[in-house]
């Protein structure tokens, strides 16, 4: 099956295409553009490098989040215009569950953490199976770096961390966290369409998809418009 | 520092871009077009959408062989050029090694393997260290795969296989293979720049480049003119 792969969750834009076994091609762009600007024209440049049929998808899979609120939007929109134009499935990808599929079959338990704002990150906890599967042991989730590292150090086993959040905690994870630990170099470190893909095909043969209709991106929190209408109207 | 990053090596072309810590971008192509092809137009393509300074980077890295002889000749002469032009020194990774580097801190052996012809692998034995640094066990060389399967049978040590070698010897490593093994997903298992500039990087600060005009790639076996010329000197 041929997938087109979606993720805007952070600053990172990419896209991919995954072609049965094969990722015919990846592209990301970690630089300051709106993704507005990017997506699209990323989009058409690998379609347009791999002569791909644009009548040839059997579904596009996207982060579908959490992440930032206006990155969710502009890919959601983007993968629903897609879908609804070729009458495609919409496949959800938690966006921690592929940003920790960046890294496969380690030993440690791999933690993405994502700057979630307001003291908070966007996190979740993974390990591998023997066989090479990952297992998720925490789910995605929004919670304080100081929880995390609690429910880290009562695991008591090495961690991998990754993700735009490293930058930002980085400190405080080194001063409170007791076990082994390292952070990923720059190249498993970011958000990966190719990452979303392969678990997207593993989504959609476990008949995990909706229509391009269904399909709502998964904040896990309020955005910062919502939760100011409702402290007005408190 | 800033690094533009090119691999050529396989029927992948993947060029990047490193500022620092981060990948600014990655985009690879797994098509058949060739690497004349494709290969100018990507590096203009992440160079426009990151609006990079052409006079700003600092150095090209390079997966400098083995593989494809024309892949790793349009490589090298791409480097090259753009080295002479804007007096940047040369980075040669070695292609087995970057491909290596897909797979991050597991404690398996890392084994990649890249279809040679002739019967042969480009392969190579690495493992990481508790620190995340990756250990080359056997330097990269062309060997058949009963050889390499004998010294892995030998090492006792579960093994990640990778690489466009897996397609074409999977049947027989899992014939004659007496270790756990398995094979990385598709989004770890192909040539990747970023992995090459982020090795790159490394190199540089131990001092290992060279001018433009020093560099030559590193083919490890002769090509199959030279092989005919001696034969028929012979």
Redesign the interface.
């Known amino acids: 099956m041929k997938i087109l792969a979606i993720d805007t969750s952070g600053l990172v834009a990419s896209v991919?295409i995954?072609d049965g076994?094969?990722?015919?091609?990846?592209?990301?762009?970690?630089?300051k553009?709106t993704h507005s600007e990017?997506l699209m024209?990323?989009i058409a440049?690998?379609i347009r490098?791999?002569?791909t049929d644009k009548a040839s998808f059997d579904a596009i899979a996207i982060a579908g989040g959490p992440g930032s609120f206006t990155g969710l939007r502009i890919g959601s929109a983007t993968a629903k215009g897609i879908a609804q134009m070729y009458d495609l499935p919409i496949i959800s990808v938690p966006t921690v569950d592929a940003l920790a599929?960046n890294?496969?079959?380690?030993?440690?338990l791999v933690v993405p953490i994502m700057d979630a704002r307001r003291n908070q990150t966007y996190t979740g906890i993974y390990e591998y199976s023997?066989?090479?599967e990952m297992r998720v042991l925490m789910e995605q989730c929004a919670i304080s770096v100081e929880e995390l590292v609690e429910k880290l150090n009562s695991m008591d086993r090495s961690v991998?961390f990754l993700g735009d959040g490293v930058v930002r905690f980085k400190e405080l994870i080194d001063e409170t966290l007791k076990v082994?630990h390292?952070y990923?170099?720059?190249?498993?470190s970011?958000q990966?369409a190719?990452?979303v893909?392969?678990l997207g095909a593993k989504y959609y043969e476990q008949g995990k998809y909706t229509t391009a209709e269904e399909h709502e991106p998964e904040y896990l929190r309020k955005s910062q418009a919502e939760r100011e209408r409702e402290e007005r109207n408190a």
Chains 1, 2 share one sequence.
């Not at 890294?103 to 440690?108: Q, R």
């Open positions: 991919a995954l076994d094969s990722i015919l091609s990846e592209y990301m762009v970690n630089y553009k990017t024209p990323m440049e690998i490098m791999t002569e599929y890294i496969w079959a380690t030993d440690s023997e066989d090479g991998i082994a390292k990923a170099p720059a190249h498993h970011r990966r190719g990452a893909a392969v």
